[in-house]
């Protein structure tokens, strides 16, 4: 048993088990934990059954963007553009403001041009018009400090920044980890008890400053 399968069975979680291979992810390109938030958000809408109509229009509206490269926070630019076609059973029905900026080229130029029927459709809104001189705002640690509270710890003030306010609220209220994980208190130990499920292995030794153990399968 691993350290976290350990750590698992104590706090009562469900283990890990491997993903099936999905050659779709290589189209789409959808990084996992987007997928996993789609997913939970999803079945707070009651629509999870929407979620592969959502994947194929990520696709659709990756190509329509000039292909920008799916990591944070362009990942998610696309998969909320396409959630918001999909759910309004309409395409570009509403243009995310982010989308807008994107196409404006104000995160950077893109891979390729956006798709000329789409960039239209971006250049006839009123909120476009909002966007042409927009400059991203540059937010100091200080600036952060004093919207967000400045009694906070370097360590409490990054969570905060990251994090929904009522999860940090959580972490916050529940203190210290009270619980202790052999693996984790005791990590002699436990890789001693790792060494021993080896069946290849018949004879351990192991020496560390005044301490010495030997270990020897079948032995009287």
Request: charged share 30%; hydrophobic share 40%; no cysteine.
């Amino acid at each position: 048993m691993t350290p976290l399968q350990e750590i698992a069975i104590v706090e009562g979680l469900p283990m890990g088990s491997p993903v099936e291979y999905d050659l779709y992810q290589f189209e789409h390109q959808v990084p996992g934990g987007v997928i996993s938030n789609m997913k939970r958000q999803l079945a707070q809408l009651g629509a999870e059954h929407r979620m592969d109509e959502i994947l194929e229009e990520t696709v659709l509206v990756r190509k329509e963007l000039g292909y920008p490269i799916m990591v944070t926070p362009f990942s998610q630019f696309v998969v909320t553009q396409a959630s918001v076609n999909v759910m309004q059973d309409e395409r570009y029905k509403n243009i995310t403001d982010e989308i807008i900026k994107f196409a404006l080229g104000h995160y950077g130029k893109q891979v390729k041009p956006v798709d000329e029927n789409l960039m239209d459709r971006i250049q006839s809104l009123p909120r476009t018009k909002e966007f042409i001189n927009w400059e991203r705002p540059r937010t100091s640690i200080e600036d952060i400090r004093r919207q967000i509270g400045a009694d906070l710890t370097d360590d409490e003030l990054l969570l905060l920044v990251l994090v929904p306010e009522d999860d940090f609220k959580a972490m916050r209220d529940a203190g210290p980890i009270k619980t202790e994980y052999s693996g984790a208190s005791k990590p002699l130990a436990a890789f001693i008890k790792e060494l021993t499920k080896q069946k290849k292995s018949t004879f351990i030794s192991i020496q560390k400053e005044n301490f010495s153990l030997t270990l020897k399968k079948n032995a009287e």
